[in-house]
T-cell receptor, first 111, second 115 residues
Framework: QKEVEQNSGPLSVPEGAIASLNCTYS??????FFWYRQYSGKSPELIMF????GDKEDGRFTAQLNKASQYVSLLIRDSQPSDSATYLC???????????FGGGTRLMVKP | DTEVTQTPKHLVMGMTNKKSLKCEQH?????MYWYKQKAKKPPELMFV???????INESVPSRFSPECPNSSLLNLHLHALQPEDSALYLC??????????????FGPGTRLTVT
């Protein structure tokens, strides 16, 4: 079992729909959770982070964390073609500096 | 401002060359990172510097040599690389010392090709 798992996709959604990206992790001691967006040929861009159970909203993005079930998700409302990218889930297990990345989910938003 | 800069953007080098990658941040972050990313794979951690000291080396071959001259700068010295080392090299930085406030911000990367 991988430490951080994501469906590789592609996840295809129509423009204006809600895109739901999911990530599961294996270590119950994980403390911090991050979502990065990466366009093809570019570097990862931090778009959301969440540390506590529940929802965190920022514009069209909502991160959801459920530590009991060991999953974290990213919702993108009113999806736009410009949201088409690979979304990387990253988890920090403890007080250290290491992030463990999932394999990424490729999102395609079709006009 | 969450800017991390990296130079050069692209680098082509032969297997006998010596070159360096540079990274700079002015966010006051005291942790800096080097990652390697191959196509369609997530970033793979190479080194972590914390307060200018090397704290993590993920068993990286000695042909990669990191250096942290001061709290804003991070270098990666390259020597005798192999073609399989061709990848996107990413620098990142984060705060230190406050659990839960260590978001890592990536630079634009250096696309390295070893011929």
């Amino acid at each position: 079992q991988k430490e951080v798992e994501q469906n590789s996709g592609p996840l295809s959604v129509p423009e204006g729909a809600i895109a739901s990206l999911n990530c599961t992790y294996s270590d119950r001691g994980s403390q911090s959770f991050f979502w990065y967006r990466q366009y093809s040929g570019k570097s990862p861009e931090l778009i959301m982070f969440i540390y506590s159970n529940g929802d965190k909203e920022d514009g069209r993005f909502t991160a959801q964390l459920n530590k009991a079930s060991q999953y974290v998700s990213l919702l993108i409302r009113d999806s736009q073609p410009s949201d088409s990218a690979t979304y990387l889930c990253a988890v920090r297990k403890n007080a250290g500096n290491m992030l463990t990345f999932g394999g990424g989910t490729r999102l395609m938003v079709k006009p | 401002d969450t800017e991390v800069t990296q130079t050069p953007k692209h680098l082509v080098m032969g297997m006998t060359n010596k070159k360096s990658l540079k990274c700079e941040q002015h966010m006051g972050h005291r942790a800096m990172y080097w990652y390697k990313q191959k196509a369609k794979k997530p970033p793979e951690l190479m080194f972590v510097y914390s307060y200018e000291k090397l704290s993590i080396n993920e068993s990286v071959p000695s042909r990669f040599s990191p250096e942290c001259p001061n709290s804003s700068l991070l270098n990666l010295h390259l020597h005798a690389l192999q073609p399989e080392d061709s990848a996107l090299y990413l620098c990142a930085s984060s705060q230190e010392g406050r659990v839960g406030r260590r978001e890592q911000y990536f630079g634009p990367g250096t696309r390295l090709t070893v011929t």
